[in-house]
């Protein structure tokens, strides 16, 4: 049996069976759905309003569905979900590019084990995992661009002749753009969707420089948090020893004392019982 510790919101010490060993699919569904909810609840919340620990809050949820975890161990679990998550989507992303267009033969979602392993991929990622972690992911503010829509598993085939037909900076569109015989009118719709397209890329820009920068201070939070619960599972621990030595101490001072009134007693029947003289 563990010991939670009460975190700094005043919530008392309370005391909990954990879990161990490896987690189940439904476990980690809850974990990521816990997530999902704390990163809203956190969105919401008011400004200078005291709020519990993160993943104490992350916590208390798995154990309402039956997710038997400590706080401790769901933070570790989603940092490794994470790692995976980020490996299968840079490859995913790399494939695509090295495809040209072309059907996606080499995805994470078609290849076997041992050659996800020779990758340094992670082995057993599930596509439904996967797919929640998107979702997580899009609602922190990463907007979902065509790229991340074919690396999710059931989309990995990219090939899409309305797309590819004609893509956004290919010579046709940009010829109709430049307005090369239909007059001034069509000069200006084509200068009005370039400037579209150049706000449309910038504003991408900024959502993806924004989310690594949030992501970046969920990181040093979490670091925090961890040192911080840390040192206060060590203070409890000097707390619960200088307790033992005093009370030892306390045991010996007894004892003592009871010697010494033994003693006394006993020296006091000897002087009794020595005749008169």
């Not at 340094?120 to 596509?127: C, D, E, K, V, Y």
């Not at 046709?172 to 753009?177: D, F, H, I, P, S």
């Not at 719709?189 to 993806?208: D, H, L, T, W």
């Not at 030595?245 to 029947?269: M, P, R, T």
């Amino acid at each position: 049996m563990d010991r939670l510790v009460g975190d700094q919101g005043g919530t008392s010490n309370m005391f909990r069976d954990y879990r161990k060993g490896n987690w189940t699919v439904k476990e980690t569904m809850v974990l990521i759905e816990a997530k999902r909810m704390d990163d809203e609840r956190r969105m919401r919340r008011q400004e200078g309003k005291p709020t519990e620990l993160r993943w104490k809050w992350v916590e208390d949820y798995c154990w309402r569905n039956g997710c038997l975890r400590s706080q401790n161990q769901c933070n570790d679990k989603w940092d490794n979900l994470m790692k995976d998550f980020k490996k299968v989507r840079e490859y995913e992303r790399r494939v695509l590019a090295e495809a040209g267009g072309e059907e996606i033969t080499r995805s994470y979602w078609k290849i076997e084990k041992n050659e996800r392993k020779e990758k340094n991929l992670p082995t057993n990622l599930l596509p439904e995992i996967f797919e929640a972690l998107v979702e997580v992911v899009d609602r922190k503010g990463q907007r979902m661009s065509g790229e991340d829509r074919v690396l999710r598993p059931e989309m990995c085939d990219s090939s899409d002749p309305d797309h590819s037909s004609e893509r956004s900076d290919s010579p046709a569109k940009k010829r109709r753009m430049s307005g090369g015989g239909e007059g001034t009118s069509g000069t200006s719709k084509g200068n009005i969707n370039n400037s579209s397209q150049e706000v449309g890329s910038a504003i991408s820009k900024s959502a993806a420089i924004i989310a690594e920068t949030i992501q970046s201070c969920e990181e040093r939070e979490e670091k925090r948090h961890r040192e911080l619960l840390s040192l206060h599972q060590r203070r409890l621990q000097i707390e619960e020893s200088k307790a033992e030595i005093n009370k030892e101490g306390i045991n010996e001072l007894v004892d003592s004392i009871n010697k010494l009134a033994n003693s006394i007693l006993a020296l006091a029947g000897n002087k009794n019982q020595s005749p008169p003289k």
